[in-house]
């Protein structure tokens, strides 16, 4: 099937499912879907930020920039350096515009700790500075992540976002706020990141307008697979509820690509290119 774009999408869905709703209302999801897959590698762009710091040989001592991350263009600084001394807090300043592995991120990032991230009981945060931009958009909010793990080979933590925000590029503004809940499948036991995977086996996510306070909640409705070496969710499923939207996003088979797959209720299916 040829690939639509998210206009056509809308228009589509608009056709196959009221012919009493007029295009203006249609629009309300279509930008709404478009803005949640851009929140979603945002928020897991960073995630991978603090996964990339805590697992850093020098994470716990101050470095310079040329060793920060490996990203010559990033500064690290830390509240309370010394090898498993906590909590600490890190500021991550990217300075006006810092490009790494294709990535560009302005502005600062605060990480803290209260003890090693893959320690049960443990808690990591990361604080949106004010200035904060990742390619282009400006992002907002915290996000926490707790350690709950009960198996040390499936580490587990419950993630939480709160007072989420994102200026899109064109300048519209939206909000968001949700949880869910992270296992990580595999790699716990490499001395590598590439390998990590992540499962997120249950939660919901809901984006607002509020220009018009029109809203789309997600809910895990299929274990997402988020790799560390894939931008993209890869596999799982989300149920989508909307002013029009009402229906299924797959994301497919595990492939690392940026398409997924939208089935409305009535059995109208859509390819939809993601962030």
Aim: aromatic residues 8%; charged residues 15%.
């Amino acid at each position: 099937m040829k690939k639509l774009s998210m206009f056509a999408f809308g228009v589509l869905l608009f056709a196959g499912v009221s012919c009493n709703r007029d295009e203006e209302t249609t629009g309300i999801d279509r930008p709404l879907l478009s803005v949640s897959s851009e929140i979603d590698q945002t928020n897991e762009l960073d995630f991978n930020e603090g996964i990339d710091l805590t697992n850093s040989q020098s994470t716990f001592t101050d470095r310079s920039a040329e060793e920060s991350l490996n990203n010559p263009c990033l500064t690290i600084t830390v509240d309370n350096p010394g090898i498993g001394v906590f909590p600490k807090t890190y500021t991550l300043d990217y300075g006006d515009g810092c490009t790494f592995n294709g990535i560009t991120r302005a502005g600062t990032l605060t990480i803290t700790l209260t003890d090693y991230f893959m320690n049960a009981g443990s808690v990591m945060t990361i604080e949106r500075g004010d200035d904060y931009f990742i390619n282009g958009r400006k992002l907002e909010g915290t996000i926490t992540y707790v350690n709950t793990t009960t198996n040390p080979e499936m580490p587990q933590w419950n993630r939480t976002i709160a007072n989420g925000g994102i200026v899109t590029l064109n300048g519209a503004y939206y909000t968001f706020s949700g949880q869910r809940t992270v296992k990580m499948t595999a790699g716990v036991n490499t001395l590598i990141l590439a390998d990590n995977i992540y499962e997120i086996s249950s939660g919901n996510h809901t984006v607002v307008n509020p220009s018009n306070g029109n809203t789309l909640s997600m809910t895990v409705v299929e274990p997402l697979i988020k790799k560390y070496a894939c931008p993209n969710i890869s596999q799982g499923k989300l149920s989508l509820q909307g002013v029009v939207l009402d229906g299924v996003l797959d994301y497919g088979d595990n492939t690392c690509d940026n398409q997924a797959v939208y089935t409305h209720s009535n059995g109208a299916t859509f390819p939809i290119t993601l962030f």
